[in-house]
């Protein structure tokens, strides 16, 4: 008995299976990459030679060059800072307040905002910071 051989090459190659293959990827990169929270006032921070990643949070304060305080991304006038504090800090649990400060500005500027921060019921500071390479020293 004589059996018949098919020598014949597939006509078309099947993409379907690396396109789900691809797809799949894709949307496990996409879900576990993580996203920084930034604010959109540019403001160039101090270095830090251990500076970690800031835990994203939804109070960030951020004081400009100039002296401006800025709450989120609206601006906020000195005085008012406090009670508009405590009306985001009644609205959420969360006690974990950013301080994003110019490296020109000065000291007594974060510790007001870091007094009405406390005034306003927050127990938890962070001081935002570039990370930098150490310095050599000579």
Do not use: C, W
């Not at 894709?26 to 604010?39: G, R």
């Not at 991304?73 to 974990?96: F, H, M, Q, Y």
């Not at 921060?117 to 000579?138: P, Q, S």
């Amino acid at each position: 008995m004589k059996f018949k051989r098919r020598n014949q090459s597939l006509a078309e190659f099947q993409f379907s299976s690396l396109t789900d293959v691809v797809m799949l990827l894709l949307i496990f990169f996409i879900i576990t990459s993580q996203y920084v929270v930034q604010s959109g006032v540019k403001v160039k921070l101090p270095g830090s030679k251990t500076s970690e990643q800031v835990v994203p949070s939804e109070f960030v304060v951020t004081i400009t060059k100039e002296g401006t305080f800025y709450l989120g991304e609206t601006i906020v006038a000195e005085p008012e800072l406090e009670g508009r504090l405590k009306s985001l800090r009644s609205k959420s649990d969360e006690a974990n307040l950013i301080i994003a400060s110019d490296k020109d500005v000065a000291i007594e500027k974060v510790v007001m905002v870091i007094d009405a921060a406390k005034g306003a019921g927050f127990d938890k500071f962070t001081l935002e910071t570039d990370k930098r390479e150490a310095v050599k020293e000579e």
